[in-house]
């Protein structure tokens, strides 16, 4: 038997937590509504618009797998499912909880790409230097790599939250936690060229508060910014599908191999648990190993 009550208040009344209570991103919000929209669509036929009992979940799981989703969308829904459940549980609106029989697909962590110094150095020429919307792509690259900021934090960057001086970003990251991020010269360099003419000619006498504009006079967007970026990579010939989050594991492992120590990394990168930062270690585990291969007479 389905469980009682409507899905859809239940749904909103989880959104609205995520959103108010638990300071949830944008970002994270809609990935959430997407994921509860696809299932309420499918409580509708399996249990009548009610919320789903485990017997239904677990059929709404095989669904999601026939559907030909991959082993990380699935495991983000039943991440969700999870989360759904709990709050109606804590909240009284459910008596159990029957996401515990849900299973989770295992999650290989692969190493992620990154890029080389002579890569970094290429993509950073890519844009001209002589033109508004150049010097703010020069600004924003130098920055993404020498930050790691994640590509909303980079988009959402005030010019009050950038100090030239000091050399120190003020971050608002996931969930509303800020913390202070140090930027090196070179970065800090292209920023001031971008203030000094690109940004001013962009906005034509109009007032913006955020750092990186557009010729419409709004914030530059993650959307715009990944297209952008992506045409970069393939002028520079670096590989196709260039994202953002690239140049942050660039970052992350270029400090690694650095010298950085880990704790360093993570309060940079704004990794609430420092397990996600180790993920570098690996990269940095497995760059050692190719140069013994390539390198050592007796490999």
């Not at 792509?137 to 790599?145: E, F, G, K, Q, S």
């Amino acid at each position: 038997m389905p469980l009682s009550g409507s899905f859809s208040p239940a749904r909103e009344a989880f959104v609205e937590y995520c959103r108010i209570e638990k300071g949830l991103s944008a970002n994270s919000i809609d990935a959430y509504s997407r994921d509860l929209a696809r299932l309420e669509a499918y409580s509708v036929q399996a249990a009548g618009g009610c919320l789903p009992d485990a017997t239904e979940l677990l059929g709404y799981i095989d669904f999601l797998y026939a559907g030909k989703l991959s082993s990380r969308t699935i495991a983000r829904h039943i991440s969700t499912l999870r989360n759904l459940y709990h709050f109606l549980l804590r909240e009284g609106r459910i008596s159990s909880d029957p996401t515990v029989a849900l299973p989770a697909p295992r999650q290989p962590r692969p190493i992620p790409k990154f890029l080389n110094a002579g890569q970094v150095e290429t993509l950073s020429a890519a844009p001209a230097a002589d033109s508004p919307n150049g010097q703010r792509d020069r600004a924003m690259l130098a920055v993404l790599y020498a930050s790691g900021l994640r590509v909303s934090e980079l988009c959402g960057l005030l010019l009050s939250e950038v100090d030239l001086e000091m050399g120190l970003l003020k971050v608002n990251g996931k969930g509303g936690k800020q913390r202070l991020v140090p930027v090196g010269a070179p970065a800090l360099a292209e920023v001031r060229a971008y203030l000094a003419d690109g940004r001013l000619k962009l906005l034509k006498g109009r007032g913006s508060r955020y750092l990186f504009v557009t010729r419409l006079g709004g914030r530059m967007t993650r959307q715009c910014f990944w297209k952008t970026l992506e045409g970069y990579g393939k002028k520079a010939g670096i590989f196709n599908g260039l994202t953002p989050h690239v140049l942050r594991h660039t970052f992350a492992t270029h400090l690694l191999e650095g010298g950085a120590d880990l704790r360093s990394v993570q309060t940079m990168l704004g990794h609430a648990d420092i397990s996600t930062t180790q993920i570098y270690t690996h990269v940095v585990r497995s760059r050692l190993r190719q140069a013994l291969d390539q390198h050592h007479p007796r490999a």
